[in-house]
């Protein structure tokens, strides 16, 4: 089956969140880490799935100025996934990461 070049983006994106969590770990967690430093340097609350919606947005913007690259799409893809994965994070008090 030939994918579709939109398929094919998503299929990267979800690709990438699974390539990063191998060297970052889960996303969730990342995006909690990011959040707590944000907090603290705004002096704000700021939440996982917050930051992750910030990045996507970040991409969204680099694609104003560049959209011929893949990159930026496939990126804000994979961020608005973590942060639906964020939101399910903070719900699930029991949630444990294994490799």
């Known amino acids: 089956m ?3 070049n939109t398929e094919k983006l998503f299929a990267d994106a979800v690709a990438l969140i699974h ?3 191998m060297h970052y770990g889960h996303p969730a967690i990342q995006m909690d880490r990011i959040a707590k430093l944000w ?6 609350p700021i939440t996982s799935n917050q930051v992750a ?3 996507a947005l970040l991409k969204i ?3 104003v100025e560049s959209p011929e690259l893949d ?3 496939k990126d804000a893809l994979a961020y608005i996934a973590i ?4 939101h399910e994070y903070m719900q699930d008090k029991d949630f444990e990461w294994e490799h």
Do not use: Q, V
Not at 83 to 86: L, M
């Open 71 to 73: 990159d930026h799409y």
């Open 53 to 55: 919606g910030c990045m």
């Open 19 to 21: 390539e990063r969590g």
């Open 39 to 44: 907090s603290a340097y705004l002096n704000f």
């Open 2 to 4: 030939i994918m579709t």
């Open 61 to 63: 913007s680099r694609s």
């Open 83 to 86: 942060s639906k994965t964020c």
